[in-house]
């Protein structure tokens, strides 16, 4: 399996909190910065989070700043993202993506299948 797999997604409250993990093969992974967007339907798709390999630099969207926390387990070639007091404008469907360098973007070809949030208010 070259294509990321993320898992997590699903209903949460406004104000609660929820885990997104995705997991790569080892090939694809190592050495590489990993990113999280996210989409809603009729929109361009925009990045929410991005890590690079050693976990020492990290950007959020300004939109998330202070909620959400990308992170990353090499040993498991896992990156995760922590939403914590989501809103109902973070439901979306939720993509990770292997950069093409230990930074992150430019992104590659390998990004995972999505995963649905929904916020309920």
């Known amino acids: 399996q070259v294509q990321p797999v993320e898992s997590g997604g699903g209903l949460v409250q406004a104000g609660g909190s929820l885990r997104l993990s995705c997991v790569a093969s080892?090939?694809?992974?190592?050495?590489?910065?990993m990113g999280w967007f996210r989409q809603v339907p009729g929109k361009e798709r925009e990045v929410v989070a991005a890590?690079?390999?050693?976990?020492?630099?990290?950007d959020y969207a300004d939109s998330v700043k202070g909620r959400f926390t990308i992170s990353r387990d090499n040993a498991k070639n896992t990156v995760y993202l922590q939403m914590n007091s989501p809103n109902s404008e973070d439901t979306a469907i939720y993509y990770c993506v292997v950069g093409t360098n230990v930074y992150g973007a430019p992104w590659s070809q390998y990004w995972g299948q999505g995963t649905q949030v929904t916020v309920s208010s």
């Open positions: 080892r090939g694809t992974f190592r050495y590489k910065g």
């Open positions: 890590i690079c390999w050693s976990g020492g630099s990290r």
